[in-house]
């Protein structure tokens, strides 16, 4: 899991005061343009205007893809700022959508886009129908890590929920043989995704890697709650490589064993969100990244109410800066939210028993169905009183008051559901498509969910 991955990065400390009203230009070196904003609707219009660009304008110009990590300040200590990533290109394609719903592109804009991409992954190296991690501009590999240089079937699964939300977009309002084109393509490449070959030979669950130099010597297993029940659902869903119902109810149900859940801060995890420690509650993209087309109102099974758990550890993070048990300055109603980001010491794991002092705007800004007036008010609090922490790509990555520190970069990963997550808020948009696919319907009823018909 991305908490568990640390990226060395380097760090460069910038003052943060409390009140952070830019005057001129933003650390990033762009005119700041946030003027007195009077009504919540032009407030999230321009979020998700600002972080739409992230994966318009700030793409990977070869691919049409999304970039792992913009850095304003054009340090990029570890890697080159080309680099791929194949999760946040997912979340990218849905923020595309977003923008021809908002109309800040056409949809031919769109269209050319998206076969841009889509002659890209077709060409790209896949290990089993599962992309790697990290891609090259020229469609080659870049490995995440020595022996993560094969297929990952968790950012293969995100990036498959973004083509397949493309896809009934283009099938209900596609009309030129383009557009049509574009279902047929992605259907394709969704079909030859082998998700059964990830069971490593038929286990009852699935393995997050498999490469073609090093096998399974990964060895990571996906069980237990995370970022990931998107990957179980389109396993179950694929028309082509499906797994058994067995996978989910042993691999990643872990028997039943992922249903004991625990209270904290008055409310119910109800899931088990850490198998093999004692913390109570994960970082928040865990209540985003399987969500930004899978939609968890009316969404049950037998181990879960998906509404409930993602509300609730929002919930859980919002009142734990709200008690602020460590004292750190700025915490409150109108600022917190923590997730796997950029910190002080490099990319960190930040979640309520892990907390270094770190806010991270995606988290709250990300769980805006589920929190709606808490994180309005943490939207309105970082646009009005601390917006130097604000750039071209909408708010940075992270940031904390009580170290003074703050950096301009992206990740895209964080970036992409803000976008998206606040269209779901807003219209239902990206999760109507979505659960409007029949094979992701009966891969949901496989696996035993109740699921409200989307409208």
């Known amino acids: 899991m991305r908490l568990t991955l640390i990226l060395v990065v380097g760090i460069l400390l910038y ?63 570890t890697h080159h700022r080309d680099i791929i990533t194949i999760g946040g290109s997912g979340f990218g394609l849905m923020a595309i959508l977003v923008g021809v719903e908002r109309g800040f592109i056409t949809q031919e804009q769109a269209v050319q886009r998206y076969l841009r991409i889509l002659d890209f992954l077709e060409k790209a190296d896949r290990f089993h129908g599962a992309w790697p991690h990290w ?24 990036l498959v929920q973004g083509l397949l939300t493309v896809k009934e977009f283009f099938d209900r309002r596609g009309s030129t043989e383009e557009e049509k084109s574009i279902s047929s393509r992605i259907q394709k490449l969704w079909e030859e995704v082998e998700w059964d070959w990830y069971t490593k030979g038929g286990e009852d669950v699935l393995y997050w890697h498999w490469s073609p130099n090093y096998g399974w010597e990964m060895n990571f297993p996906v069980g237990g709650y995370n970022e990931a029940l998107i990957m179980y659902v389109l396993a179950a869903a694929s028309p082509t490589h499906p797994i058994d119902r067995d996978v989910y109810d042993k691999g990643w149900a872990l028997n039943g064993e992922i249903a004991k859940d625990t209270v904290y801060y008055g409310l119910e995890t109800e899931l088990n969100h850490y198998e093999h420690d004692k913390s109570p509650v994960g970082p928040l993209f865990w209540a985003h990244y399987s969500y930004l087309g899978l939609n968890p109102k009316g969404l049950k099974d037998k181990y879960a109410d998906y509404w409930k758990l993602n509300r609730n550890h929002a919930l859980i993070h919002y009142n734990h800066a709200v008690a602020n048990p460590n004292n750190f300055k700025g915490y409150g109603e109108n600022m917190w939210g923590q997730t796997s980001s950029y910190s002080m010491k490099g990319y960190a794991g930040h979640r309520p028993d892990k907390d270094l002092g770190v806010i991270s705007p995606t988290a709250a800004l990300s769980s805006m169905p589920y929190t709606p007036e808490e994180s309005m008010r943490f939207l309105r609090h970082i646009y009005q009183e601390q917006d130097s922490l604000i750039g071209k790509y909408g708010p940075y990555d992270a940031f904390s008051l009580e170290h003074k520190w703050s950096l301009p970069r992206y990740l895209a990963i964080d970036q992409g559901p803000i976008p998206v997550m606040i269209e779901n808020y807003r219209s239902g948009m990206l999760w109507t498509l979505f659960m409007k696919n029949k094979e992701v319907q009966l891969g949901l009823q496989k696996l035993g969910f109740e699921v409200i018909p989307s409208e």
């Open 15 to 77: 003052g943060c005061n409390d009140q952070k009203k830019a005057t001129t230009n933003n650390k990033d070196g762009t005119e700041n343009l946030m003027a007195e904003v009077d009504t919540d609707a032009e407030l999230l219009d321009r979020v998700q205007r600002q972080t739409f660009e992230y994966f318009w304008e700030g793409a990977e110009p070869i691919s049409g893809l999304a970039r792992e990590r913009i850095h304003m300040d054009n340090i990029y200590p």
């Open 135 to 158: 891609l090259n501009p020229d469609g080659s590999t870049s490995a995440f890590s020595k022996k993560d240089d094969g297929g990952d079937l968790v950012e293969s699964a995100f």
